[in-house]
């Protein structure tokens, strides 16, 4: 069998009932990435091949060292050797000396305390967008998804995203690690000039905390989830301005936090005197159109 490019082929003992054969499957390949930023060793991630410049812009930008992409002098990729090296333009940033430095707060206003980076404080932004969606558009998408992601269903081991608006996908990403999709497509994003703030947001995984930071971080409104999200999660989205949407699965979805963004779940009424609500996280910044 030929593997699929970003996997290899590895022998299999197969049992099923009680028949056993042995036989070739597919295994996505994960490689470590070491950046080095300004000539300082940053971060080691693990990752899948591919996309490794705007897995690199994304999570730059997320984590508050960039702003666009243009903050980036030289970006030079060794994937035999698993090193990407970059240099800004600015040189070392206030947000760079900060990455995985702790910020101990209360969370949400009900006194749950939680960890957060500081770069996180910083770069958070309460999202106030009037983007709407209908139950359906949003199966649909969740839908386009699950097709798009021919690896997950030869191996079964990536998450996929992707944006989404005018009910198509606009464009979508894949990785072994779920933070690692967000970063590579608020990366390209980012490089290629494509609008965030208008579209939508469909992920395959769980919802968690620091999934809720990245989409607030990449300015987006919605958020459709073919899994569960976290309370952490939820209680961010709702200070956030984030609509989470979970389980989106064939016929079935719930809607965890901020409904008005979906036509015809709230009278209208409602719909209206809420489509601009959301709170501000405490050191939130407000969101800017990218």
């Known amino acids: 069998m030929q593997a699929l490019k970003g996997t290899a082929n590895y022998q299999v003992v197969k049992i099923h009932g009680n028949n056993v054969t042995r036989t070739e499957e597919p295994v996505v390949e994960e490689i470590p990435l070491t950046i080095y930023l300004n000539g300082s060793e940053l971060v080691t991630m ?87 969606i209908t139950p359906a558009e949003a199966m649909r998408y969740s839908e386009l998804l699950e097709a798009a992601s021919e690896t ?10 992707a944006l989404a ?30 609008s965030t703030h ?43 301005g984030v609509t989470v949407i979970g389980f989106a699965r064939g016929e079935r979805l719930n809607i965890y936090s901020h409904p008005e963004r979906v036509s015809g779940v709230l009278p209208p009424e409602e719909q209206a005197g809420n489509l601009v609500s959301g709170g501000e996280a405490s050191g939130a910044q407000k969101s800017t159109d990218t």
């Open 46 to 132: 693990l990752a899948a091949a591919g996309e490794e410049d705007y897995l690199v812009t994304g999570f730059l930008a997320t984590e508050g060292i960039i702003q666009t992409a243009a903050d980036i002098k030289t970006l030079d990729i060794d994937a035999a050797q698993g090193v990407i090296r970059v240099t800004t333009v600015s040189g070392e940033t206030a947000a760079e000396k900060k990455f995985l430095k702790r910020y101990l707060t209360a969370c949400c206003g009900k006194g749950r305390s939680a960890f957060y980076f500081v770069n996180d404080v910083l770069t958070a932004k309460s999202v106030n967008h009037k983007v709407t």
């Open 152 to 161: 997950f269903r030869l191996t079964g081991g990536v998450h996929g995203g």
């Open 165 to 194: 608006a005018a009910g198509q996908l606009v464009c979508w990403s894949q990785d072994i690690g779920r933070h690692n999709v967000f970063d590579k497509l608020y990366g390209r994003c980012l490089v290629e000039g494509i």
């Open 198 to 240: 208008d579209k939508v947001l469909v992920f395959s995984g769980r919802v968690s905390s620091e999934i809720l930071l990245k989409v607030s971080k990449m300015n987006i409104a919605v958020i459709i989830a073919r899994s569960a999200p976290t309370s952490l999660a939820l209680d961010m989205a709702e200070e956030l």
